[in-house]
């Protein structure tokens, strides 16, 4: 069996490399893959035979070496509230792998639509809360499966020139109906660094996919020695993945705490490259009912984040088949959140979105390669990073 290699997550240089390796002449390389990366990213085209202004002896050489497939839509669900979610089936990168899947949420509102997407088939951290921790980790996704998950989402809700909706269904009013993007999905993105830092490239280029750094957040349940290569390299909004402020709840919580404590993951956090009011880092804590949520773990939570500039995202547990937790009572939250917002740090409490379609935090199932668990998720707060960002974006102008 041999794998069509993708242009999709290539860089320019590499898609160059590749047009000079079939036999594109030199001085026509930049022409060339002007006029494909503009196919690609600003029209969304999904066949080479659409590039009208490329001659027809590249298009076939193209079609003969290329692919520009999206990853294949297994199933397509849409809630009462607009969201969208895709159980979505990759590519096989060898002959003995079966079709891994992942998981890719869309949720719109009247002036933005987020879009969450996976960086991983499976997960290694075995958060006890999450359900992913039930599904072991099967592989890291491409660069090219992560574009192709932010173009596929774009065809189905009409995000390019010209297109249509295949349902309008609660979309945003604003022309741009993905304007944000989220790495909140399956997978610890920090594991996939080199691809989601090359995705990402796209992702913010002027002529790639367009999108502001300030509205791409990147979750993290605490890989520290990646967190300063990500502001570094990356450079977009920081979220963690918290959940408690002792050592010993966080262990059992976000076991990647036992390699990397609190006082570390905060150590990191101060340091992170470019933070600032402006780029505050989102501290994410799900609230559980009798584990994390009663006043004195507030008090130490406004305590732990002293001096860094952060809002703290309050999301009430939502609860999948086998899950050993309940959600906090509401009085509970915002009691939990008074004190919070007292210390001078915003706390919104999230509103869950999608619950009819097992598409709010947490709920995502997939059933890649038929494992143990069959499990994903999405493991933050989508609605809170979307809002987080586009903050950001219109108090302060980006150099």
């Known amino acids: 069996m041999t794998m069509t290699p993708s242009l999709l997550g290539l860089s320019k240089p590499e898609v160059k490399d590749q047009l000079a390796k079939h036999g594109v002449a030199e001085k026509q390389l930049n022409m060339r893959c002007s006029q494909i990366w503009h196919w690609l990213y600003a029209r969304g085209i999904s066949e080479f035979d659409e590039m009208s202004n490329v001659s027809l002896a590249i298009r076939e050489m193209l079609t003969e070496n290329f692919s520009i497939k999206r990853p294949e839509i297994v199933t397509e669900q849409i809630s009462v509230d607009g969201t969208r979610k895709w159980l979505l089936a990759l590519e096989p990168q060898s002959p003995r792998e079966k079709a891994p899947e992942v998981e890719c949420v869309y949720i719109p509102e009247s002036d933005r639509g987020t879009l969450c997407i996976s960086s991983q088939v499976g997960c290694t951290l075995n958060c006890s809360f999450c359900h ?125 705490n036992k390699k990397y404590p609190l006082k570390q993951l905060l150590a990191a956090c101060r340091d992170y490259p470019g933070l600032s009011n402006a780029r505050r880092i989102t501290f994410e804590y799900v609230m559980l009912k009798g584990v994390n949520d009663s006043l004195s773990d507030a008090r130490e939570l406004v305590r732990l984040l002293a001096g860094i500039p952060a809002k703290i995202n309050l999301i009430p547990f939502n609860p999948w088949p086998g899950s050993p937790y309940e959600c906090s009572d509401w009085g509970q ?67």
């Open 333 to 399: 939250i915002e009691a939990f959140a008074d004190i919070v917002n007292r210390a001078g740090y915003a706390s919104p409490v999230r509103t869950p979105r999608g619950r009819d379609i097992m598409a709010a935090c947490g709920q995502l199932k997939s059933l890649s390669q038929k494992l143990r668990a069959k499990d994903a998720l999405l493991d933050e707060a989508v609605k809170a990073a979307a809002e987080d960002a586009a903050a950001a974006e219109t108090s302060v102008v980006e150099p």
């Open 132 to 256: 992913t921790g039930t599904q072991r980790l099967v592989r890291n996704l491409t660069a090219g499966e992560l574009v192709g998950q932010i173009m596929l989402a774009r065809d189905r809700v009409g995000d390019w020139p010209g297109a249509e909706a295949q349902n309008t269904t609660g979309l945003p009013d604003s022309d741009r109906k993905i304007t944000n993007i989220v790495l909140m999905g399956m997978g610890e993105p920090l594991y996939n660094f080199e691809n989601v830092r090359d995705a990402m490239k796209l992702a913010l280029e002027d002529d790639g996919l367009a999108f502001s750094r300030r509205r791409i957040t990147l979750s993290t349940s605490g890989l520290v020695p990646e967190i300063k290569r990500c502001g570094d390299e990356i450079g977009v909004m920081l979220a963690i993945s918290l959940h408690a402020v002792r050592d010993e709840l966080r262990d059992e919580l976000v076991p990647i």
